[in-house]
């Protein structure tokens, strides 16, 4: 029998997309009418994002499942019905893209390169960083994201920690979980990675109290989630010297609004949401796989555990 597989992603993606997903369907055997219009009650599967043309599922009578093109699910679970198995966004290029921001944005930081790109003034200080093994990094989130962004630090001999809601076990990866594991995550933390879903849970992560746990002048990265930091709270710890620098890629409000305070100050860099986006030829990939195994019965890759909230 067929799959009809309606695409209810941006428009615009539309034409990047469609040869992809039908070349990666064949490939994996898959019987399937791909297009991005379809009679509600003839769909099978929806490709899905919130910029989509698809609010209402309710006419979708006889869906299989919404597959998203999102990694960030906070927006869709409270749209798409709780009945409907929804899949959320993992594939090897937002891993790989994310691991190369992380990794490089913490080199930046471990290395001291701001100081000599931003330049000297004619001071001569032949002062060279400590060894990665003698650096701490921290990542909160260990999920694939997390996790992939830990290993490549760990390869490179930085020692890294981890801490996510649920207790992990990772190869190379000192793993804190609960309350007291958070505490003991950031007291040693030199530079901090978010990398948590932004779910009521891990809104405000980043706050006063545990701000003041982190070592004296720590640098901070935020690729994750803008709601995982306390802005106000943020900005008083880098006033106070508690907190020596940020590097922050998403943010409560985006496009950041030119009269927030994180464009002016002089110990933030913001990047514009770019640490890491979904890769159609790898995002293609994912998406055909999940057909195909629910085609098969077999379980779906990247569940969403509504009780999470990701």
């Not at 931003?118 to 960083?129: R, V």
Request: net charge negative; charged share 20%.
């Amino acid at each position: 029998m067929t799959a009809n597989i309606l695409f209810a992603g941006h428009p615009d993606a539309w034409p990047a997309y469609e040869p992809l997903l039908k070349a990666e369907l064949a490939r994996l055997g898959v019987d399937s009418d791909l297009r991005n219009e379809f009679a509600p009650e003839e769909v099978d599967y929806i490709v899905y994002a919130p910029s989509g043309p698809v609010s209402d599922f309710t006419p979708f009578t006889r869906l299989k499942a919404v597959l998203s093109l999102w990694a960030g699910v906070e927006k869709i679970v409270p749209v798409v019905p709780a009945e409907l198995p929804l899949t959320r966004m993992v594939d090897s290029g937002l891993e790989q893209g994310m691991t190369e921001w992380v990794v490089g944005h913490t080199l930046r930081y471990h290395l001291g390169m701001d100081a000599h790109i931003l330049g000297q003034n004619g001071h001569w200080e032949p002062k060279a960083p400590p060894l990665a093994k003698d650096r701490s990094v921290t990542v909160l989130g260990l999920g694939a994201l997390g996790t992939a962004s830990a290993k490549a630090l760990a390869v490179l001999g930085f020692q890294v920690s981890g801490w996510s809601r649920s207790q992990k076990d990772i190869a190379g990866i000192t793993c804190h979980s609960g309350a007291e594991g958070l505490k003991a995550a950031l007291a040693q933390a030199e530079i901090v990675i978010l990398l948590l879903p932004d779910t009521p849970a891990t809104e405000n992560t980043l706050n006063a109290e545990t701000l003041a746990l982190l070592p004296k002048g720590a640098r901070i990265l935020n690729p994750g989630r803008g709601p995982l930091i306390d802005d106000d709270a943020l900005l008083a710890a880098l006033d106070s010297g508690q907190v020596g620098h940020d590097t922050l890629d998403v943010f409560r409000v985006e496009p950041l609004p030119p009269e927030h305070p994180y464009w002016a100050h002089p110990n933030v860099t913001v990047t514009p949401h770019i640490a890491s986006e979904t890769r159609e030829s790898t995002a293609a990939e994912v998406i055909a796989e999940n057909i195909r195994r629910t085609e098969a019965g077999e379980p779906l890759l990247h569940l969403v555990d509504r009780s999470l909230g990701y």
